[in-house]
């Protein structure tokens, strides 16, 4: 006998565990099903974030954060360190510990809102008079019906053609972020989010990076002033970044990995390391969703096909988050996830995706929201800008971090703000009033009327926003 539910669930990342939560929160009767494992075998909910992404990188990127900080920086603060001591496999504990916490923080969240939780992977079998049939391949197996299917699943580390990742020598975000040992040479392809971070964590900790990148632009989404600012801070650290290469054969052997690659120039060079971090985006995941059984329609990409409101080719089918169109972040399936639960309640669920944010937590951080100012020139859009510098910011000073600054973009003829970019200490955090400001539709001069509080990093947005009307006050 299966199991009804008025909605189903396949996946348990950020997108599939809040749709849950949410539906369940509007008087739904709702199961998840998701089969990520932990290191006991056990359910490991969170998808590809909690468990090899976002979450685990964050942990590592402060670890290695505060080493840097000790080897190099305690002393301007009148700190003195002797015997520093680096012990990779504790602070790699703490990283799983990190990753537990979270993992049992969304079990406890089913169990809290009466989520039955299914541990396996979910699949299609038919459509019926009720909905979906949805068998459940775990432990034990599982018949389920949904009225409503919520697709959930995600997506994967893209593998460079003829070289799988073996998650030992040649790394995806997974791998890279278990690497029991400080490598001495390490090399990266793709100078994207993953790869700038993974890069940041083990440059800090001594290892020499070299980022190989195909494009000749560096962060080519980023608005170009922050990109510049960006890659020379980056530059300043360390991290070798090389722009405009066409990476040939790799080969690994017991000494390590041989990249072999023109340059901008189209010189031949060769790349000798001890691991290799792939980072060359990412592909929707339908392995073993059974999408075929009832027609479910993907696309060229391999991602399902949705409208506008996350709907499917299929009556009652629902995808969000990485699966799907739109930029594979984890707050973005959190709202789509959230909107598709409030449209099956039949509520007007609603997701801006002029307003995401964007951010890279690398050192400097860099976020952004809405558009660039080469969009705005490509769209013709006629637009004022204006940017403050931290280095004039008495919080940064104090700080002793003042790289960056904050850049706002305002219409020229009605002052609206249409994006708000940042380079510099705790942008992930600054991002959020900017978001807040373009959800509201203000205007530069909003922003530039509003009290921010003496000394804090917020008053570089203030002063950015002045900079709109060329009126800073501290620069």
């Given at each position: 006998m299966s199991k009804q539910f008025d909605v189903i669930v396949i996946g348990g990342g950020p997108g599939g565990y809040i749709a849950a939560i949410r539906a369940a929160q509007l008087g739904q009767s709702v199961a998840c099903i998701d089969e990520w494992k932990n290191s006991k075998g056990g359910p490991a909910p969170g998808g590809?974030?909690?468990?090899?992404?976002?979450?685990?990188?964050?942990?590592l990127l402060q670890s290695s954060e505060h080493y840097d900080h000790a080897s190099h920086h305690f002393a301007d603060h009148g700190i003195s360190v002797s015997g520093l001591g680096l012990d990779v496999a504790k602070m790699l504990a703490r990283k799983d510990t990190v990753v537990k916490q979270n993992n049992d923080g969304i079990l406890y969240l089913f169990k809290k809102?009466?989520?039955?939780f299914f541990h396996g992977r979910g699949s299609f079998v038919k459509a019926v008079d009720s909905g979906y049939e949805i068998k459940v391949t775990g432990a034990a197996e599982e018949l389920l019906v949904g009225k409503h299917i919520v697709v959930a699943t995600g997506s994967n580390a893209r593998a460079?053609?003829?070289?799988?990742?073996?998650?030992?020598?040649?790394?995806?975000?997974?791998?890279?972020?278990?690497?029991?040992?400080?490598?001495?040479?390490?090399?990266?392809?793709?100078s994207g989010v993953i790869g700038l971070e993974m890069g940041s964590v083990w440059r800090r900790l001594g290892?020499?990076?070299?980022?190989?990148?195909?494009?000749?632009?560096?962060?080519?989404?980023?608005?170009?002033?922050?990109?510049?600012?960006?890659?020379?801070?980056?530059?300043?650290?360390?991290?070798?970044?090389?722009?405009?290469?066409?990476?040939?054969?790799?080969?690994?052997?017991?000494?390590?990995?041989?990249?072999?690659?023109?340059?901008?120039?189209?010189?031949?060079?060769?790349?000798?390391?001890?691991?290799?971090?792939?980072?060359?985006?990412?592909?929707?995941?339908?392995?073993?969703?059974?999408?075929?059984?009832?027609?479910?329609?993907l696309d060229e990409r391999g991602a399902i096909v949705v409208d506008d409101a996350?709907?499917?080719?299929?009556?009652?089918?629902?995808?969000?988050?990485?699966?799907?169109r739109g930029p594979m972040l984890a707050h973005?399936?959190?709202?789509?996830?959230?909107?598709?639960?409030?449209?099956?309640?039949?509520?007007?669920?609603?997701?801006?995706?002029?307003?995401?944010?964007?951010?890279?937590?690398?050192?400097?951080?860099?976020?952004?929201?809405?558009?660039?100012?080469?969009?705005?020139?490509?769209?013709?859009?006629?637009?004022?800008?204006?940017?403050f510098p931290f280095l004039a910011n008495g919080r940064a000073r104090a700080l002793g971090d003042t790289t960056g600054m904050v850049k706002m973009l305002a219409d020229a003829a009605t002052d609206e703000i249409l994006g708000v970019h940042i380079v510099g200490p705790q942008a992930s955090e600054l991002i959020a009033e900017a978001v807040v400001a373009m959800e509201f539709r203000a205007s530069s001069e909003d922003i530039a009327r509003i009290c921010h509080a003496h000394p804090s990093l917020s008053e570089a947005t203030k002063e950015a926003a002045l900079a709109v009307d060329k009126r800073t006050l501290n620069f």
């Open positions: 590809t974030c909690t468990n090899v992404g976002c979450i685990p990188s964050k942990a809102n009466k989520i039955a460079l053609p003829g070289t799988p990742f073996d998650e030992e020598t040649i790394l995806s975000n997974d791998g890279a972020l278990r690497i029991g040992g400080v490598p001495k040479k390490l090399g990266l392809i793709g290892a020499e990076v070299t980022i190989l990148e195909g494009l000749p632009t560096f962060l080519g989404a980023v608005d170009e002033q922050i990109a510049k600012e960006a890659h020379k801070a980056f530059t300043k650290q360390g991290l070798k970044i090389e722009l405009g290469v066409k990476v040939g054969d790799i080969k690994v052997s017991k000494k390590g990995v041989s990249v072999a690659y023109a340059n901008a120039k189209g010189e031949a060079v060769t790349l000798e390391v001890d691991k290799l971090i792939v980072s060359i985006g990412r592909v929707p995941n339908t392995i073993g969703l059974a999408a075929d059984a009832v027609g479910l329609k996350c709907k499917t080719n299929l009556p009652g089918v629902w995808a969000v988050g990485d699966v799907v973005k399936a959190e709202e789509e996830g959230v909107a598709v639960a409030e449209r099956i309640a039949g509520q007007h669920g609603h997701v801006n995706f002029n307003t995401i944010p964007w951010v890279i937590y690398t050192s400097p951080e860099i976020a952004w929201v809405g558009q660039t100012e080469q969009q705005l020139k490509a769209a013709g859009v006629k637009y004022k800008a204006g940017s």
